[in-house]
């Protein structure tokens, strides 16, 4: 695209030529960094635009950076000066099953009203000094949701817990550690998103979630 449209764009999304492109791959702890000013700037059609004839609006393209599409499979991106992202902390959570009986009792009642759920499989991970557990919740015989809690070990307090009830993830696709420089321990994976955008959670209640920022249109 053009050099108007460019600097247009980057003023927009207040990004500056100086700035650098930042993908880190958490499942290969594989960090890309790329200066704006290397980069082509391109616009494509929409997958969902590309097969219908011409006239087309602005908003049927994507507009962006490029990029070799081999680096976004398993990353998150960011744009600015610094890198954000901490890299050799983030683990890929191995779950072992474990009898429901073992699942802390600190949620029940919470989600067990009137014996409306039942418990189904039930799994446990340990690392540092933190235990995640995560359980199924089944209605008229199917998974109607996944609830999580993590402890601490020494303590047996309650670090986080959740219910997750959307379009459910499998057991290999949960993520926890440190990602980013100066935050607490995140937690993500639990959840396809069909409809707008994910988040990234942290593990302490005070650190507000980050949104992430996609292109998820149908």
Known sequence: MG??????????????????VFIYDYSKDVLKTFKINDLNFM????????SEPPPYDKSDFMIGFEVDEQLLSSSFVFIGKESPFVQGQLQRIVW?????????????GKYFKDSEYSKGDSYKYETGDLQYFAQDLVKDNRVFARRLLVMDRRTKNKVYEAVYSGSLAPFDHQWTGRLFKNKPKVIFGFEYISFGC???TFLE????????DCDNRH
């Open 43 to 50: 616009a494509c059609l929409s997958i969902y635009e590309n």
């Open 3 to 20: 050099l108007k449209f460019r600097k247009y764009f980057l003023s927009k999304e207040k990004i500056s030529e100086a700035a650098n």
């Open 205 to 212: 209640s005070s650190e507000e979630a980050i949104h992430i």
């Open 96 to 108: 072992q099953k474990i009898k429901s009986k073992y699942f802390p009792s600190n949620m029940e």
């Open 198 to 200: 994910d988040s990234i």
